[in-house]
């Protein structure tokens, strides 16, 4: 009877491979992109940073003239969000103002965004033409001899 024993163990054993291959299949599919997913449109304005990551590239600075010989980046993030953390509202209000007025920013730059793109994708088109049609009357309007004088009938 030991024999059924060890079969029905290597069949428990199989059963909990056979889960551990499915979740290792899962999590190298997470990294790649979903063939239907459309991909990002690099005009498309950036989301602007937190008032904590505004404080993050003056801090950053810092940290570094003080810490030359630092090279980890997670000790540069640590000791900012310990700093940020001890300070009070009145010393971080510089830094949530500079991140409300990058916000507005990016509000202003994407409703020019959304505008262009439901004009349609033609619309860029449109503004490259005119001005080749511009550049082209310019050359057309002038005088042989180059000059952009005017002559006068009288």
Known sequence: MKGDKSKAESKKADTRLAVNRKGAAASKAVGKPIKGKAAKDPN??????????????????QFNK???????????????????????DAEKAPYVAKAEKRKAEYEKNMKA????QAE????????????????????????EDGSDEEEDDE
């Open 113 to 116: 965004y959304n505008k262009k």
């Open 66 to 88: 003080e810490n030359p010989n630092n090279k980890a980046v997670s000790a540069v993030g640590k000791a900012a969000g310990a700093k940020w953390k001890s300070m009070s």
């Open 44 to 61: 498309k304005p950036k989301r602007p940073a937190s008032a904590f990551f505004v404080f993050m590239e003056e801090f950053r600075k």
């Open 120 to 143: 349609g994708p033609n619309a860029a088109d449109d503004e490259e033409s005119d001005k080749s049609m511009s550049e082209v009357n310019d050359a057309d309007g002038g005088h």
